[in-house]
């Protein structure tokens, strides 16, 4: 039996982080037609990029939401990459602690929620196994 709590909150939490990537990718496409841009094929490589990882995230929140080991796998490297990111942003001076807590918080409760649904899942299936 899996855990279905813990694979929704960890769901949740990937669809939400997509939800943000995808509000980036819209500010930067907008900022590109004010003007902001300083190279246009870097901008428009940014804004692809960063609309690619949005979906990444969203393929890894249903696939975690339907208990695939692939989509967990993906969604704790991605929030591996956001707290390397979050902490990396501590070397910045000053410190921009709205952007680190902003990243990092989300991605730690994601590591969390992701270790915790695969712990339970793998412990569901052993008692299963032995009571077979």
């Given at each position: 039996?899996?855990?279905?709590?813990?694979a929704?909150?960890?769901?949740?939490?990937?669809?939400?982080?997509?939800?943000?990537?995808?509000?980036?990718?819209?500010?930067?496409?907008?900022?590109?037609?004010?003007?902001?841009?300083?190279?246009?094929?870097?901008?428009?490589?940014l804004?692809?990029?960063?609309?690619?990882?949005a979906?990444?995230?969203?393929?890894?929140?249903?696939?975690?939401?339907?208990?695939?080991?692939?989509?967990?796998?993906?969604?704790?490297?991605?929030?591996?990459?956001?707290?390397?990111?979050?902490l990396?942003?501590?070397?910045?001076?000053?410190?921009?602690?709205?952007?680190?807590?902003?990243?990092?918080?989300?991605?730690?409760?994601?590591?969390?929620?992701?270790?915790?649904?695969?712990r339970?899942?793998?412990?569901?299936?052993?008692?299963?196994?032995?009571?077979?």
């Open positions: 039996m899996r855990s279905p709590r813990l929704a909150a960890a769901a949740a939490v990937l669809a939400l982080e997509g939800a943000a990537l995808t509000i980036v990718a819209l500010v930067e496409l907008f900022g590109l037609s004010a003007g902001d841009a300083a190279s246009l094929p870097t901008a428009i490589a804004i692809a990029l960063t609309l690619i990882g979906g990444a995230l969203f393929a890894f929140a249903v696939g975690t939401r339907r208990g695939r080991t692939w989509a967990r796998s993906g969604g704790v490297v991605l929030q591996v990459l956001a707290l390397a990111l979050a990396a942003s501590l070397t910045v001076q000053p410190v921009l602690w709205t952007f680190v807590l902003g990243v990092g918080s989300p991605a730690l409760v994601g590591f969390v929620l992701l270790i915790a649904s695969a339970s899942e793998s412990v569901d299936s052993t008692d299963e196994s032995v009571n077979d």
